[in-house]
């Protein structure tokens, strides 16, 4: 795995565990984020980066900063995950300026983003998978079911049960595992879909490559991921914890 990672996206749910994740593995992170305005996600985010803010690996960066980087060894861009129109809008603008980074500081491009049925989310994955195609020579592009787990705003606050409801979903700690295994030996500019054991044929056909649009591709196998059962009772423990920063969302 390299060791100095430009991380786009890093208020997201998945960027910033991500993020967690290469720290503790002692891998420098330069982290853009968005601004958030939505209460809830932006108490949750907040307490994370007071958490990974102490560490000495971890730098939060603008635009303005990010231009004076003379250095990094890996490019990545964590699509943003939230419903919100502004944050979209944002994120529009943003892969512009990752392309630029990209082809500046000559690094390679990982795209990653995760399933989702909402219209609007699935048009803006598609656009930016088709913006980084067609600037960048190698862009490599990575594919999730749902993800769900602690500090996740979508499923904070008694909205966990509809994960009941869905066959295709991985828990945090698995996703963050399985990409980070991934990276280590990657090879830049192909598709990789990630999925939980029993799911690899099944879930590429009917969430990620309908029209098999993709000519070359790599499915990513995670053996035994944690169960629904065991993940929901995790997010529980941690909605009981951290309650006080739910609550302040009313």
């Known amino acids: 795995m390299d060791k100095h990672v430009l991380v786009f996206g890093a208020h997201t749910f ?49 635009r303005e900063e990010s231009l004076n980087l003379e250095f990094v060894d890996l490019i990545i861009y964590c699509c943003d995950d939230s419903k919100d129109r502004e944050l979209l809008a944002q994120d529009r603008e943003q892969i512009k300026y990752a392309v630029e980074m990209s082809k500046a500081l000559q690094v390679p491009l990982v795209f990653i983003s995760t399933y989702s049925s909402n219209v ?83 879930g590429k056909e009917r969430y990620y490559n309908p029209n098999c649009e993709e000519e070359e591709f790599d499915i990513v196998v995670i053996e035994k991921p944690i169960s629904l059962r065991e993940g929901l009772k995790k997010l529980t423990d941690f909605n009981e914890k951290y309650k006080h920063l739910i609550e302040e969302k009313d």
Do not use: W
């Not at 280590?184 to 990789?192: A, L, P, Q, R």
């Open 120 to 202: 609007e989310k699935q048009k803006h994955r598609k656009h930016c998978e088709q913006y980084f195609l067609a600037k960048l020579d190698k862009v490599t592009i990575l594919k999730l079911p749902c993800v769900y787990g602690p500090f996740q705003p979508i499923v904070t606050n008694g909205s966990k049960y509809v994960l009941e409801e869905r066959n295709f979903i991985i828990f945090i700690k698995d996703a963050v595992e399985a990409i980070y295994k991934l990276l280590e030996n990657i090879h830049h500019g192909k598709t990789y879909y990630i999925l939980c054991e029993g799911d690899k044929q099944k």
């Open 14 to 62: 998945l960027g910033f565990s991500l993020c967690e994740k290469f720290v503790n593995e002692g891998i420098e992170v330069e982290a853009e984020l968005l601004e958030v305005k939505n209460d809830l996600h932006k108490n949750l985010l907040e307490e994370r980066l007071f958490m990974v803010g102490r560490n000495a690996l971890f730098h939060m960066r603008n």
